[in-house]
């Protein structure tokens, strides 16, 4: 109704002055056909506009795709320039890749020329310290060998010297170098046998009871002093036992007959000298078996002296209390048993005769493919 009443007014204000009070002054029955006249312009009016606002929208429309078609294009160039980024990159790539590889294989072939070389210096450096242990083996053989030969002949020493002299002084001065020539040798092979040495050196101190050179000079002593010791009166028996029937017969007798030495020595005399030639010889056996370690014969030579002093000699003087204390001395203080030495001269020359042996196995297993 409203667009009616603008679409009259409108009307109105283009007809002439006389057109209007015309139309104002007709009658209300020649309204309709201006009525229709004005709605049909309305409609025309309104079809223009839907027509001016659809060309409008088409044009709008075209406008935002036209928008739309140049920023796709701006974009499809971006990604274009991007992709010919990319495409150059990528050669760029490519190009750094073989050159890659190429710098790949060429430190391939040097590290496999580098490891060639690395072996063949690991080979030479095999072969060097195979030699150095070969010639090291040959010098500590060598140095080895000559101090178990000195060991060895010392220890030979020490036995032949005990067993000929029965000097223990002597063999143990031996077994204490052989001890510290041994203790030089590199080989641990040999280590075991220092015990079985330190057994028989143990053995020997314990034969020492006495010193030989000591009991040496007491019996030459007692030897010496044998010859000045006092007989037993002559008169002692016939003092200290009654007279009997076979001591009157032989006192009957001796004032019959006289007998008396060649020589003229009166029998008191000659008695004397064969008391102490007596105890001398059995000082001298003692002695001797001294020096050859027979403990058995030295202690039965001491106690014949002994009892051929108490015989023989005056068992109240002074000098013959002495020589018999100084004889219990010895007798209580005789020299050990006699040690059997060879044991470890046997273990080292059995043991020098295994090393030997291994040279020769290892190079007959060497041999054997």
């Not at 056909?33 to 409008?56: D, K, N």
């Not at 160039?77 to 790949?104: C, H, I, M, P, Y």
């Not at 430190?107 to 063949?120: C, F, G, K, T």
């Not at 079985?196 to 143990?202: D, I, N, P, Q």
């Amino acid at each position: 109704m409203s667009r009616m009443s603008q679409d009259d007014s409108i009307l109105d204000r283009g007809a002439p002055a006389g057109a209007r009070s015309d139309t104002s002054s007709r009658a209300p029955r020649a309204t309709p056909p201006a009525r229709r006249g004005s709605g049909t312009l309305a409609v025309a009016l309104l079809l223009a506009l839907v027509a001016i606002g659809g060309a409008g929208y088409v044009g709008w429309r075209q406008w935002h795709q036209e928008q739309g078609y140049a920023a796709g294009n701006a974009a499809l160039n971006g990604l274009k320039q991007r992709v010919d980024t990319l495409e150059s990159a990528f050669g760029a790539s490519d190009s750094e890749r073989n050159l890659l590889r190429q710098r790949l294989g060429d430190a391939d072939q040097v590290n496999r020329s580098l490891r060639e070389e690395l072996l063949s210096q690991a080979e030479r450096t095999r072969n060097l310290e195979d030699a150095v242990a070969k010639l090291s083996e040959k010098t500590l053989s060598g140095h080895d060998a000559m101090l178990l030969d000195e060991t060895e002949s010392l220890l030979r020493m020490a036995k032949e010297r005990y067993e000929l002299f029965h000097d223990a002084q002597g063999a143990l001065a031996a077994y204490a170098i052989a001890d510290q020539t041994l203790a030089a040798v590199n080989d641990g092979a040999f280590s075991g046998l220092r015990q079985s040495m330190g057994a028989e050196r143990e053995a020997l101190s314990k034969t020492q009871t006495i010193n030989v050179d000591t009991a040496l000079t007491a019996l030459s002593n007692l030897r010496a002093a044998t010859m000045a010791l006092p007989l037993k009166p002559l008169d002692a028996t016939a003092s200290g036992a009654s007279p009997g029937g076979w001591s009157r017969i032989v006192g009957a007798l001796n004032d019959v007959v006289k007998v008396q030495r060649t020589n003229g020595a009166p029998l008191s005399v000659a008695d004397a000298r064969f008391a102490r030639e007596l105890a001398s010889i059995d000082l001298a056996q003692a002695q001797a078996a001294l020096l050859a370690s027979d403990r058995d014969a030295y202690v039965a030579a001491l106690k014949r002296a002994d009892a051929g002093i108490v015989v023989q000699f005056d068992t109240n003087a002074a000098p013959v209390q002495q020589a018999r204390t100084q004889l219990a001395t010895l007798i209580a203080q005789p020299p050990g048993a006699a040690v059997q030495l060879g044991a470890a001269l046997g273990e080292l020359r059995n043991l020098r005769a295994v090393h030997a042996l291994k040279p020769a196995a290892s190079s007959s297993a060497g041999a054997k493919p």
